[in-house]
């Protein structure tokens, strides 16, 4: 029988689907692209923003008018928070939650005997472990492989759905961790990146998080490869924490810091728990250990109550720092979250102006820290060729996109070379090879 994935959202969906490829692999699935005719569609779903949904909601009518006999799995992020209005989208036969992955074979055998909808979301009440679905051994397409390490939070930003989502903290076995990046390293990957719901948060349901025991475990594993965070949130770590994790070698220098706003009082607002101060000093620490030092974020434009003066501070920061990257939000009401009863919701023509300028800021951002980079030497994972250009690309340490020419025979892809970055080009920057 064949089984096609589709794959909305976050590192952590991804890494999931990849789990259930492997599972259904072993089950003697044929895999095949989400755009082929297939027996299975599993939709993997977000619901981050409203666009999520949409998008979600489009490819489930999408693979109905590939294959109209096909079974349709609808799973993940989306149908946790609305399982019935996923339920009642015309052509989906199961739905399934977020903590119903490994069960979704079970689901597909049970729907081939009756052909009867199939409806399986369980509250997180009495959820208090991590649910393992088994290890990946690899990541389809890609050079880098991602390893989920914790699922869940209990922060509660008041714009974030996702604690509804995903429910409580849960963190991952350590052995378990371990054991796949051994076996990932082994086949060849030269980057494990670290993702979760909130990376940080590891180890915190019994009491303060454990991430840097992760880092500390990882880095002594043989071979040579690095380790890359995922995502980071100011509101667990502060710059003590974030200097300590600059003593583990293979640790890459990048960290993806969520700011949200550049200002105090709207970071306030969105139950952020941290203020520019703090969130400043975490980056000035990093620089000041390496000039390359990469920092990307994301900042939430137009959240209820936001000001021009609020607005402002936001530009003001991003103007004040070298961001490798900005990735910019509209705000998106979540029915559920405290912000959607909040008061002064900002309208979508200022969102849209305020969204417009700040992605030129981080634009200018961005070119600051590529030319700052010029003449330094990093390392680079090549991951592919472009052949529009006729050049192979590559990601550095510190998360810039390098093209370079291959003036040898030598397979470079998937693997590691040292690097000078000589000038700005095209998304990133001309390296050569050493």
Known sequence: MKIAFHTLGCKVNQYETQAMRELFAARGYELVDEDEFSDVYVINTCTVTGLSDKKSRQYIRRVKRLNPESITAVIGCYVQVSPQEAAKIEGVDIVAGTNERANLPLYIDEFLLNRQKISRVKSFDALTEYEETGSITSMEGRTRAFIKIQEGCNQFCAYCIIPYARGPVRSRAMADIISEAKNLVSKGFKELVLTGINTALYGAENGESDLEEVIAGLNTIPGEFRIRLGSLEPTVIDATY?????????????????????????????????????????????????????????????????????????????????????????????????????????????????????????????????????????????????????????????????????????????????????????????????
């Open 242 to 434: 974030a200097g300590r994790l600059l003593a583990y070698d293979k640790l890459c220098h990048h960290m993806h810091l969520s700011v949200q706003s550049g200002s105090d009082r709207i970071l306030g607002l969105m139950n952020r728990n941290y203020t520019m101060v703090d969130y400043r000093k975490i980056l000035e620490l990093l620089k000041q250990n390496d000039a390359g030092y990469s920092i990307t974020t994301d900042i939430i434009v137009g959240f209820p109550g936001e000001t021009e003066e609020d607005f402002k501070d936001t530009v003001r920061l991003v103007e004040m720092f070298n961001f490798c990257k900005v990735h910019v939000f509209k705000y998106s009401k979540r029915s559920g979250t405290k912000a959607a009863g909040m008061p002064d919701h900002v309208s979508p023509e200022t969102k849209a102006t305020r969204s417009a300028k700040l992605i030129n800021a981080a634009a200018e951002s961005t070119q600051r820290f590529l030319v700052a980079n010029i003449g330094t030497i990093r390392a680079a994972i090549i991951e592919g060729y472009d052949e529009k250009n006729h050049l192979y690309h590559g990601l550095t340490d510190n998360y810039i996109k390098v093209y370079l020419e291959n003036k040898s025979d030598q397979l470079i892809i998937g693997q590691a070379f040292e690097i000078r970055l000589e000038s700005v080009f095209l998304d990133g920057l001309w390296a050569v090879f050493l």
